[in-house]
């Protein structure tokens, strides 16, 4: 386990690692205040992205402008776990690469892992997910399988995809406070399979943001509302 490079983010640290998971390296980064942080969130990019990619840094910003550090990994074969880049083109390719790169199973342990070595060098805190489409399929799994996530928005996925099974099954199981964001034009993933899987979320405690659009046409007031509701409820 080893941290890579630590450097400035707009007035925050973030911090590169690398740490190993059941013989996979997982890469990954950490932004912290530079005063430390009570709380911490989970931060899962969509398919063709990268733990770096626009919007994570931006919601790693608003947190951290909110005292709550953030973590973010590359999922599944994805960013640093395809150097090649050679399968980015349509949904198929995205498919193979999930199943590919481990799917699932790596998907849940890899974050895991990257979760007690966070804490190991930090401390236990209250946790966090925000992750949409891929995040989604990445954050379901992984929450019902870590019970310290008090609080989740997830959306844009729904009976879709690799591992739609996974994600049927498991929803039942999460009790945590959910957020979900759902696209109503959405072209990859029906408007009907993400009612389904909303309504399958076992919480009582889970509310439903649909707005007209596409599948990555999320309205700019959807990621600040997400990043207050997490505020309030990551506890």
Request: glycine share 14%; charged share 25%.
């Amino acid at each position: 386990m080893s941290w890579l490079q630590e450097k400035d983010f707009n007035g925050f640290t973030e911090r590169k690692f690398e740490i190993p998971s059941y013989e996979r390296t997982v890469p990954g980064v950490y932004w912290e205040p530079k005063s430390g942080a009570k709380r911490l969130v989970m931060l899962g990019h969509g398919g063709t992205m990268h733990k770096r990619t626009g919007y994570i840094l931006t919601l790693a910003h608003l947190f951290l402008q909110n005292g709550i550090a953030a973590l973010a990994i590359d999922g599944p074969g994805h960013g640093e776990r395809d150097p090649a880049g050679a399968w980015r083109g349509g949904q198929e390719e995205f498919k193979k690469a999930w199943t590919s790169g481990g799917g699932t199973k790596t998907s849940t342990e890899d974050w895991g892992e990257s979760l007690k070595f966070i804490e190991g060098d930090f401390g236990v805190r209250p946790v966090g997910w925000w992750g949409v489409s891929m995040g989604t399929m990445m954050g379901i799994p992984f929450i019902a399988s870590c019970k310290k996530i008090s609080a989740a928005c997830l959306g844009l996925m729904g009976n879709w995809g690799p591992n739609k099974s996974d994600l049927m099954k498991l929803a039942p199981e999460i009790s945590c406070p959910v957020r979900f964001l759902a696209q109503w034009d959405d072209e990859i993933v029906p408007i009907g399979g993400c009612l389904e899987l909303f309504e399958k979320l076992g919480t009582k405690k889970k509310t439903l943001h649909g707005n007209p659009g596409a599948h990555a046409a999320i309205p700019n007031f959807e990621f600040t509302d997400s990043v207050k509701y997490l505020t309030k409820h990551i506890k």
